[in-house]
Nanobody, 125 residues
Framework: QVQLLESGGGLVQPGGSLRLSCAAPGFSLQYYGIAWFRQAPGKEREGVSCIIGSGGSTDYADSVKGRFTISRDNAKNTVYLQMNSLKPEDTAVYYC??????????????????WGQGTQVTVSS
């Protein structure tokens, strides 16, 4: 199990931006694909974005494509999610998770071994 620490959530107005961070202190993330998920009240957890171990390939859910950007700094053992043009429907608790592979192989939660505690993102005027 890897300890993952998310940060960067908060309250933002529609159209605003936030950058989430997912850190793994003392653990090298470079061998793992990392994904961001989110869960809104009353809804199932959904995959938002994924990045492979090297950072050379990324994937996005259709609902965030063109607005969110995932990136990673393996030297800092940190993965980021830059969220722009935020909408009220982006409101959710956001989680990062380590995949069981170097690659991004979909968003089945069972394919992810370690999860962070989550960070709340609220988009509201």
């Amino acid at each position: 199990q890897v300890q993952l620490l998310e940060s960067g959530g908060g309250l933002v107005q529609p159209g605003g931006s936030l950058r989430l961070s997912c850190a793994a202190p003392g653990f090298s993330l470079q061998y793992y694909g990392i994904a961001w998920f989110r869960q809104a009240p009353g809804k199932e957890r959904e995959g938002v974005s994924c990045i492979i171990g090297s950072g050379g390939s990324t994937d996005y859910a259709d609902s965030v494509k063109g607005r969110f950007t995932i990136s990673r700094d393996n030297a800092k053992n940190t993965v980021y999610l830059q969220m722009n043009s935020l909408k009220p429907e982006d409101t959710a608790v956001y989680y990062c998770a380590t995949g069981r592979s170097y690659y991004c192989l979909g968003y089945d939660p069972q394919q992810f071994g370690s999860w962070g505690q989550g960070t709340q993102v609220t988009v509201s005027s």
